[in-house]
């Protein structure tokens, strides 16, 4: 059983292109979380998923990103017209279910605006 | 609480003694706790869990304490090796998804 697969482990996008990350669950796991992570800082907390559902979105900027977690396929966090700003660490999580299971972690994708 | 641009505090102990681990969280109806360690370069990876009807769990080399009088998580780490020194974080479930404090640095000095 794979484990939380992301790709691609690092991106590299000029200001004002678009960024896709994506995230394969594990096996039977049907929610997806996603987290920002800037160097020597905690995980903040941007987007809980479910097939087909976007469950909270309140860590979320309200412009420019956007996920999704299409019934078939992996889940994808867009980024638009990044910014050098946008440049983080970004995790995936999933879980079978939520609320009194652990989340296990992919490995990242470090994206880096130039 | 959830991270919020905070800067991690750090911990520096010497091998062979123990750590202890702190972690405040946020919300007084939090069932479920979890903590993760976080290599360089990594993704976190579970340590521990605890529910919120136990105040206390052993893993292996490893105990985590709840005191939800205080909302106070810690983590106690054994004989803490070289291969201990990463991030530490801790997370607690809201009821609909999780969110994590600002983390540790654990340093073991050889």
């Known amino acids: 059983n794979a484990g939380v697969m992301q790709n691609p482990r690092h991106l590299v996008r000029r200001r004002g292109q678009e960024a896709r990350l994506r995230c394969s669950p594990m096996?039977?796991?049907?929610?997806v979380y996603w987290y920002r992570q800037l160097p020597e800082e905690g995980l903040k907390f941007m987007v809980y998923l479910q097939k087909e559902n976007i469950i909270d979105e309140s860590g979320m900027p309200k412009e420019r990103f956007s996920a999704e977690f299409p019934k078939e396929g992996p889940s994808i966090l867009r980024i638009q017209q990044v910014v050098r700003g946008d440049s983080a660490a970004y995790f995936c999580?999933?879980?079978?279910?939520?609320?009194?299971?652990?989340?296990?972690f992919g490995q990242g994708t470090r994206l880096t605006v130039v | 609480g959830e991270s919020v641009g905070l800067h991690l505090p750090t911990l520096s102990v010497q091998e062979g003694d123990n750590s202890i681990i702190n972690c405040a969280y946020s919300n007084s109806a939090s069932d479920y706790f979890i903590w993760y360690k976080q290599e360089s370069g990594k993704g976190p990876q579970f340590i521990i869990d605890?529910?919120?009807?136990?105040d206390k769990r052993q893993g292996q080399r490893v105990t985590v304490l709840l005191n939800k009088t205080v909302k106070h998580l810690s983590l106690q780490i054994a004989a803490t090796q070289p291969g201990d020194s990463a991030v530490y974080f801790c997370?607690?479930?809201?009821?609909?998804?999780?969110?994590f404090g600002a983390g540790t640095r654990l340093t073991v000095k050889p």
């Open positions: 999580a999933s879980s079978r279910v939520t609320g009194d299971t652990e989340a296990f």
């Open positions: 605890i529910r919120s009807n136990m």
């Open positions: 096996k039977g796991h049907s929610h």
């Open positions: 997370a607690e479930n809201q009821g609909k998804d999780m969110r």
